[in-house]
């Protein structure tokens, strides 16, 4: 069965840390893109990050420096450490995996950052 799951999510005061991850299955992971993407209420769906299978990483202007993809391809994995949290952080975090022919899409995990 196909399918992303991610974890990780949850309520962090401004200038806290979250790790999220996302475990793939059924898939031939290695070979996909993997990203995070999130949505604010009321905003459009936006990259925050994407780790392709062997090119650069590229990251939204808005996380550079605080924000941290990384891939597991032994573990099936994707991680995403978000460090110094703003509250315009605050939305749903999506794990995307893309391939030929492909788009794969978890089911989100919640992000709060408020005081």
């Known amino acids: 069965q196909v399918q992303l799951v991610e974890s990780g999510g949850g309520s962090v005061q401004p200038g806290g840390s979250l790790r999220l991850s996302c475990a793939a299955s059924?898939?031939?992971?290695?070979?996909?893109?993997m990203a995070w993407y999130r949505q604010a209420p009321g905003k459009q769906r936006e990259l925050v990050a994407v780790?392709?299978?062997?090119?650069?990483?590229t990251y939204a202007d808005s996380v550079k420096g605080r924000f941290t993809i990384s891939r597991d391809n032994a573990k099936n994995t994707v991680n995403l450490q978000m460090n110094s949290l703003k509250p315009e952080d605050t939305a749903v975090y999506y794990c995307?995996?893309?391939?030929?022919?492909?788009?794969?899409w978890g089911q989100g995990t919640q992000v709060t950052v408020s005081s």
């Open positions: 995307n995996a893309k391939g030929v022919g492909s788009d794969l």
């Open positions: 780790i392709p299978r062997d090119s650069d990483i």
């Open positions: 059924g898939i031939r992971f290695s070979i996909y893109a």
